[in-house]
């Protein structure tokens, strides 16, 4: 199973954070359309991303909800059929929400940035610090994140407890 040490935050200004990302980044990957379909489950979460970059991916996922950092174990499962596979769980499981984002990756070594600008929310950065898993890794993550946290600028106050399929549930769009 993968794993990431995960943090989200509000951007005020999308334009300021893109020129601090270009200038720390290794790598740009490229500006991802994305449809994230959530399932009703019994525990974790699950959802069926499409993607403009990706395509089909199927993401069974743990995570708390925290304001700072927290650590996600998942698996990212190649979907061939995506509206099929979407119908299909829909009818099983029952949709819980659907997040539209329009996603801006860069890559600082294995830590991707992600501009966003999230349907019905408004604009967030988030950062994922991709690893395998080992907890004798997450220090050295946690310690990335935080360094790029500072780099970029976000502010305590920031930071986001909760996913944006949380905010949506939540109705906490008219405060982005």
């Known amino acids: 199973m993968s794993a990431n040490l995960e943090i989200k935050a509000r951007c005020a200004d999308l334009a300021a954070l893109r020129r601090r990302a270009e200038a720390l980044a290794t790598e740009y990957l490229g500006v991802d359309r994305q449809v994230d379909?959530?399932?009703?489950?019994?525990?974790?979460?699950?959802?069926?991303?499409?993607?403009?970059?990706?395509?089909?991916?199927?993401?069974?996922?743990?995570?708390?909800?925290?304001?700072?950092?927290?650590?996600?174990?998942?698996?990212?499962?190649?979907?061939?059929?995506?509206?099929?596979?979407?119908?299909?769980?829909?009818?099983?499981?029952?949709?819980?929400?659907?997040?539209?984002?329009?996603?801006?990756?860069?890559?600082?070594?294995?830590?991707?940035?992600?501009?966003?600008?999230?349907?019905?929310?408004?604009t967030f950065m988030e950062l994922e610090a991709v690893f395998d898993g080992a907890p004798e890794a997450e220090p050295e993550q946690q310690a990335k994140v935080d360094w790029l946290l500072g780099e970029l600028g976000v502010k305590p106050d920031d930071l986001v407890p909760i996913s944006y399929e949380g905010l949506l549930a939540a109705g906490d769009g008219a405060s982005a």
């Open 37 to 122: 379909t959530y399932f009703r489950t019994a525990s974790g979460r699950l959802k069926l991303r499409e993607s403009s970059l990706s395509g089909g991916q199927l993401v069974p996922y743990r995570r708390a909800d925290a304001a700072g950092p927290r650590r996600s174990d998942y698996q990212v499962i190649p979907v061939p059929d995506p509206a099929g596979t979407r119908e299909l769980l829909a009818e099983l499981l029952g949709v819980h929400r659907v997040v539209r984002k329009e996603r801006e990756i860069f890559l600082y070594q294995n830590v991707r940035i992600h501009l966003d600008r999230v349907e019905g929310l408004g």
